[in-house]
């Protein structure tokens, strides 16, 4: 039986993984189709770049998941040399990890610039004589240790290239707002966007065979799926692969469809043949569909439970604020940093802390984006409130804390209202980075259209996101004017 990734994994799980491109989507649905019938399944799409991923595999959230013997000696592991699956397997080996199931093909980096403004180019090293030339390569490539800066070194290139999400580099070529970007050498849009693939004359791409990498434990705990996913090796030959990818990309079928014709043993449908196989559903279909519920839940869950816990935090953080100036100035400081920090980059940083993925992290991280306007609204709320205010209630014999609790709180409660208002509405479209680390929400939508550069599938998530925080904003201006109309009387 297959689950999202929503749905519980308890200790007999087969749990599987995958990064945020398209290959890997359909290589893991292939992983889990396969497994499905001899275990429960659980299958994590989408979970984010290498290091998310492996993340995950080394806390056990994920029991296996594709990946690159490239990829794995030369970002993972650091391993100067030869990626051969030996090596790899006694780096890993201490980890209580391993690399097998040789799926057939290779997948490798490559640098493809438009054929109609490549000209003279012919190699990377041709990249040298025309320092103008615009690069967009994507965030991971450019900061591997086999990307760019191992292009750079090698070739002496330079460029300042631009990040861009792999997802819309073949937009961004074809419209000409870039001239060169990084791909992989089974990416279906090679033909479609008339690219030429420049050669590695140096060789510093490593070979990139496609493998499972997995908990040592998992032929024990799972021998069945494990002896199922032992008749892939083999299996996939480039052609496939490439076909499977034209299927998703071009075609517009779903990772799903495409993994189970292709272990159906029928080759990927043919573009002409896409509609009458089930193309991409317009707009309404997928805002309107049964999927966007549950996303909708999850991503209240996410909100809720992020603001409502920053809100219970973060209050008494400001009138610890507010009573306190000196250390007032300290904990807004403190908090305000936390904003700074990028998101994905909290969120790989969470995943090992916390030892999962899933909601945790993504609850850890939302929690702590709201904690500013929150403790600062309290603060400048409490600090708002008149002098004589609190001198009349003490001239009555009220306490400290009667004080606060009658009237303070009431007469800073419009301020420290509109804090809750402002985190919980940032949080409504931060709550979309959820899905890369499997938490769900409308991001998974979002992460899906940027893999496949369907705008469909982004407004999808983006417009559900835009309503919610709307009705947010509306919900709370209620309360607020509910309030107003309470004190008036």
């Not at 779903?254 to 896409?274: K, Q």
């Not at 959820?434 to 998530?461: H, K």
Request: charged fraction near 15%.
């Amino acid at each position: 039986m297959v689950f999202g990734p929503w749905a519980h994994a308890g200790a007999d799980t087969l749990r599987i993984g995958s990064k945020r491109f398209t290959e890997s989507y359909i290589l893991g649905q292939v992983l889990t189709q396969a497994a499905a019938p001899y275990a429960t399944v659980q299958y994590l799409p989408g979970l984010g770049n290498t290091a998310i991923v492996f993340a995950a595999l080394k806390a056990g959230n994920i029991d296996l998941y594709p990946d690159y013997t490239g990829t794995l000696a030369s970002e993972v592991l650091k391993l100067q040399g030869p990626a051969t699956l030996e090596r790899i397997n006694a780096a890993l080996a201490p980890m209580g990890l391993g690399a097998d199931i040789m799926l057939g093909f290779e997948n490798t980096y490559a640098i493809a610039v438009s054929e109609a403004r490549a000209g003279s180019l012919r190699t990377l090293g041709d990249l040298a004589q025309q320092p103008a030339l615009r690069l967009g390569l994507s965030h991971e490539f450019l900061g591997r240790a086999d990307g760019w800066p191992a292009l750079k070194r090698a070739y002496r290139l330079p460029q300042q290239p631009v990040g861009i999400d792999h997802g819309i580099s073949y937009e961004a070529l074809a419209h000409g707002q870039i001239d060169a970007t990084d791909i992989y050498s089974t990416d279906a849009k090679i033909r479609r966007y008339h690219l030429r693939v420049l050669e590695d004359s140096l060789h510093v791409f490593p070979r990139y065979e496609a493998v499972v990498v997995y908990r040592l434990d998992v032929p024990r705990r799972h021998p069945e799926a494990w002896q199922a996913l032992q008749h892939l090796a083999g299996r996939i030959g480039a052609q496939d692969m490439i076909d499977m990818n034209a299927a998703a990309e071009i075609d517009g079928q779903s990772f799903e469809a495409v993994a189970r014709r292709f272990l159906a043993g029928h080759s990927a449908t043919p573009a002409s043949d896409a509609a009458a196989t089930g193309a991409r559903r317009g707009l309404a279909g997928v805002l309107l569909s049964d999927e966007t519920g549950r996303l909708t839940a999850r991503h209240l869950a996410l909100v809720g439970g992020a603001v409502g816990a920053a809100t219970l935090v973060g209050v008494p953080l400001g009138v610890v604020a507010a009573r306190r100036r000196r250390f007032g100035q300290i904990l807004l400081a403190v908090v305000g940093m936390l904003q700074t920090i990028p998101s994905l980059a909290l969120l790989a940083m969470l995943i090992p802390l916390l030892g999962r993925i899933g909601i945790w992290p993504a609850l850890v991280a939302l929690f702590l984006y709201a904690l500013l306007p929150i403790v600062r609204n309290a603060c400048i709320g409490l600090q708002e409130v008149p002098a004589g205010m609190r001198d009349a209630a003490r001239a009555l014999g009220m306490r400290p804390l009667q004080v606060l609790r009658y009237v303070e709180l009431p007469l800073a409660m419009p301020v420290a209202l509109a804090g809750v208002k402002t985190a919980a509405i940032i949080s409504v479209g931060t709550a979309t980075i959820a899905a890369f680390v499997g938490a769900g929400g409308y991001g998974e939508r979002i992460v899906t259209g940027l893999a496949l550069n369907d705008a469909t599938q982004l407004l999808g998530g983006a417009i559900p996101a835009a309503l919610l925080a709307l009705v947010v904003q509306g919900g709370f201006g209620l309360v607020e004017h509910l309030g107003n109309r309470k004190r008036a009387r």
